[in-house]
């Protein structure tokens, strides 16, 4: 039997490279001295399995040469140097490594606390480099009983904030896409207002990077804040406005912030530095020996195991050839998805289960739809912390029940599917087909048809179906610079309507609570694909 060969393209711990050197049923090519030129031409054809890190783009270039390519193992959480959907045309499985950084991140978000409300950084040089002794210019707070904030109670969020119960702070989460438990069996106060945390001494943020968290704390949010907050980010660049946070902490309404992350890195010359309440790092969230050990060792493993055709543990995209299904299925996969994150996007609740219904020939494949239309409910708020494989895992670990049925094709389309979202706040159903081959559709929303192309920015106003609506509506979108790329309207038998609005722009909150003050309105939500 011949080796598969496993080409590391990026400096990794030497344990993973141990064990890849170790296993007699592997070839092992370590090219990360070498260069990209001879990686691609030399290495790549060889590969059967290859480990990257960022140094490495997957991209066309890389998958021009990937001539046995099976899997690519991103040594790491991020995938944004990965064409996911170019490997994905070629069968190639994506993996990555998310939780092995995850006490690596949890104390040094604590570092930056600390740091902020002692000064740390700044008594230190004051010692070390000016040798200046004056301890009367260093006075700092305790974290003793300060109100800390936390947005986003995850896998890292909840951790800092077990670790801020040790020192006796007062914790409050802030995250609609858990159950209340998961904060109060550890003794954290859960809210579901986000003006709770804007009122907190200290905010951290551990929110996936999402159109819906970019910037989510700005000039608005900020203006709300008591002064002296202190911020801290060691979660994504962007999550924070940074020139809102620059104008913050200049004015020192902000007393000080913790940064690990930046919009745009390497961020050597960003104008933060050039302040004197704020501490930085150079996004060491993952820079310990142990996280660099536990990521080198998953990655090496998990290449084994997919090189060996045992499992993709952490899959980001399926591990099929398109070539193997039949041409009209994947529409109604990739559909699923679409649908199950509109769901998600509307509600924006604790998910409390997931539906999924195929009527016609589409039925033999529910499962799959399953997974797929799990997988968009839960991106809105794990992003890339979920996957393929291990989707229908972290529903039954956050107690979602999922059911996929087939019932006969009375629908008068050729195939049709439904997800069925229900939170804490209700339920959503969404029917789509696929025209053509390739058209997917939106037919229905609960009981209004429909006909939507699941695309772009989508405003759903529900409304009772009286004069002067849409000329409000229209109105609304032009006072916010809004321009209406698609209306359509349903309605129902109940003299209620519902309207799907694409717009070329950004939602507000402005917007929708202007929409939401209509006399007809009954419901205002919007989701973006």
């Known amino acids: 039997m011949s080796k598969k060969t496993i080409v590391v393209c990026d400096h990794i711990h030497q344990s993973g490279l141990d064990i890849l050197a170790n296993d007699t049923e592997i070839e092992l090519i370590n090219a990360a001295d070498e260069s990209k030129e001879k990686l691609l031409s030399e290495y790549i054809p060889l590969a059967d399995v290859a480990i990257t890190r960022s140094s490495t783009d997957v991209d066309e270039k890389f998958l021009a040469q990937s001539k046995k390519l099976q899997a690519v193992v991103r040594a790491g959480v991020g995938v944004d140097n990965v064409d996911i959907e170019g490997a994905s045309k070629q069968g190639i499985v994506v993996m990555n490594i998310p939780t092995a950084n995850t006490i690596a991140a949890v104390e040094l978000t604590m570092t930056h606390m600390l740091s902020c409300v002692r000064s740390f950084p700044y008594a230190h040089n004051n010692l070390k480099q000016d040798r200046v002794w004056r301890r009367q210019d260093w006075y700092g707070t305790e974290l003793k009983d300060k109100k800390l904030g936390i947005i986003g109670f995850g896998n890292i969020g909840s951790r800092v904030g077990i670790r801020a119960k040790a020192f006796e702070m007062d914790v409050i989460a802030y995250d609609p896409y858990i159950d209340s438990s998961k904060a109060t069996d550890l003794d954290v106060t859960y809210t579901k207002n986000f003006n709770d945390i804007l009122e907190c001494d200290i905010i951290t943020i551990h929110t996936p990077k999402t159109e819906e968290t970019i910037g989510m704390i700005g000039y608005e949010e900020i203006s709300k804040m008591k002064d002296g907050v202190i911020l801290i980010n060691c979660a994504r660049g962007g999550l924070y406005d940074e020139k809102a946070l620059f104008d913050g902490l200049k004015s020192k309404k902000i007393a000080a912030a913790g940064i690990d992350v930046f919009d745009k890195e390497p961020a050597t010359n960003h104008p933060l530095l050039d302040l004197d309440n704020i501490t930085v790092t150079p996004h060491l969230g993952a820079n310990t020996k142990e996280s660099q050990r536990n990521i080198a060792i998953q990655a090496a493993e998990n290449a084994i195991a997919a090189v060996k055709g045992i499992a993709y543990p952490n899959a980001l995209n399926l591990p099929i050839k398109e070539s193997e299904l039949p041409s009209y299925v994947r529409p109604y996969l990739e559909l699923a998805q679409k649908l199950g994150y509109i769901t998600a996007q509307m509600t924006k609740s604790p998910v409390k289960s997931i539906k999924i219904t195929a009527r016609g020939d589409i039925s033999d494949f529910v499962d799959s739809l399953g997974t797929f239309a799990t997988v968009g409910v839960l991106t809105e708020s794990l992003a890339?912390?979920?996957?393929?494989?291990?989707?229908?895992?972290?529903?039954?670990?956050?107690?979602?029940?999922?059911?996929?049925?087939?019932?006969?094709?009375?629908?008068?389309?050729?195939?049709?599917?439904?997800?069925?979202?229900?939170?804490?706040?209700?339920?959503?159903?969404?029917?789509?087909?696929?025209?053509?081959?390739?058209?997917?559709?939106?037919?229905?929303?609960?009981?209004?048809?429909?006909?939507?192309?699941?695309?772009?920015?989508?405003?759903?106003?529900?409304?009772?179906?009286?004069?002067?609506?849409?000329?409000?509506?229209?109105?609304?979108?032009?006072?916010?610079?809004?321009?209406?790329?698609?209306?359509?309207?349903?309605?129902?038998?109940?003299?209620?309507?519902?309207?799907?609005?694409?717009?070329?722009?950004?939602?507000?909150?402005?917007?929708?609570?202007?929409?939401?003050?209509?006399?007809?309105?009954?419901?205002?939500?919007?989701?973006?694909?």
Do not use: W
Not at 488 to 517: C, F, M, P, W, Y
């Open 384 to 529: 890339d912390q979920i996957n393929y494989v291990n989707a229908e895992f972290v529903a039954n670990e956050r107690d979602i029940e999922i059911h996929k049925e087939t019932k006969p094709n009375t629908s008068g389309f050729k195939n049709k599917i439904e997800v069925k979202l229900t939170t804490q706040n209700g339920a959503i159903t969404i029917g789509g087909t696929v025209f053509d081959g390739t058209a997917q559709r939106i037919v229905e929303i609960d009981d209004y048809i429909l006909d939507v192309e699941p695309k772009g920015t989508m405003v759903f106003f529900r409304n009772t179906d009286t004069p002067g609506v849409i000329g409000d509506v229209g109105r609304i979108m032009a006072e916010h610079h809004l321009n209406i790329a698609d209306f359509r309207l349903g309605r129902d038998n109940k003299k209620q309507a519902l309207a799907v609005v694409k717009v070329d722009g950004k939602i507000t909150k402005a917007l929708i609570e202007q929409l939401t003050s209509l006399k007809a309105c009954i419901s205002v939500s919007h989701a973006s694909l």
